[in-house]
């Protein structure tokens, strides 16, 4: 009798047509207001890695606005995203620290079944 047949670990293998997602994949972001961290450049590529969509202004389609953590007012950005808001457009206001624990999150898989 083989001892080994109780450690055996299975492998699954992801069908090819499965996909990963992000909760920033296919969304558009805006970012506004200096970032602390990195450069708005390195913020944008690192969301695009995500499958963001990355815009310079905020419109109707804008999903989320990325509130730097170096700013003093309002910034215009911010301003129109409330007046979206306020018109009932589901725009997300993030602060940069939350931005940065989204970006660490893990994708997530999505079995092609499901789509």
């Known amino acids: ?22 909760p920033f994949y296919n969304k558009h972001i805006v970012f506004t207001g200096a970032l602390s961290t990195m450069t708005r450049s390195e913020a944008a590529k ?15 389609d804008t999903h989320f606005v990325i509130l730097g953590k170096n ?15 306020q018109r009932g457009y589901d725009i997300q206001l993030i602060a940069e620290e939350d931005f940065i624990w989204l970006m660490s999150m893990q ?9």
């Open 1 to 22: 009798m083989n001892d080994n047949l109780d450690n055996t670990e299975m492998i699954f293998f992801c069908h090819p047509s499965d996909r990963f997602m992000h």
């Open 46 to 60: 690192k969301a695009r890695a995500c499958g963001a969509l990355i815009q310079g202004a905020v419109t109707k």
């Open 71 to 85: 700013r003093r007012d309002k910034s215009t950005k911010h301003l129109k995203a409330e007046q979206f808001m």
């Open 107 to 115: 994708i997530e898989h999505v079995p092609s079944t499901i789509r």
